[in-house]
């Protein structure tokens, strides 16, 4: 079992889904003691289903917005927790100790708004897995 670590900066592409989910997931999910944080390689806007997936969990989005590498201080997180390839290259660059978890991305699904819908579910649990397994010690 790894240690938990203090701090948790989660990674993505533009911080619009991916890793703004991460974070609001673990501020639900973790203790308050761990300060958790998202941002991406560039800066995008929070995508309407992220927030619609997490208000069905009973979760609040983020309390910041997106951010970039570039506003944040990777020095003052123990752990990078990359969600796409892309971050976890600019992320290693950076810091030490980064991981990278292979997670659905369901900006990719095309079909109904419903299959959308599923799409940000189903990377909402994984998310939450991904979290507990991790990061809780049973």
Known sequence: MRKTPSSILFACNM????????EALARHILPEAIHVDS???????LDPFVKTALEHAGIAP????????GEVNVSDYD???ALTPEAAAEARR???NVE??????????????QDLHAAYGRLCSAL?????????SE
């Open 15 to 22: 911080n619009s889904v991916r890793s703004p989910m991460a």
């Open 128 to 136: 939450q897995k991904h979290i507990r397994e991790r990061f809780i």
């Open 94 to 96: 950076l810091h030490d």
């Open 62 to 69: 983020p309390p910041l917005g997106p951010r970039e590498f």
């Open 79 to 81: 752990v990078i927790v």
């Open 100 to 113: 990278f978890w292979e997670v659905e991305n369901p900006t990719d699904t095309r079909g109904s708004e």
């Open 39 to 45: 941002c991406g390689v560039y800066k995008g806007a």
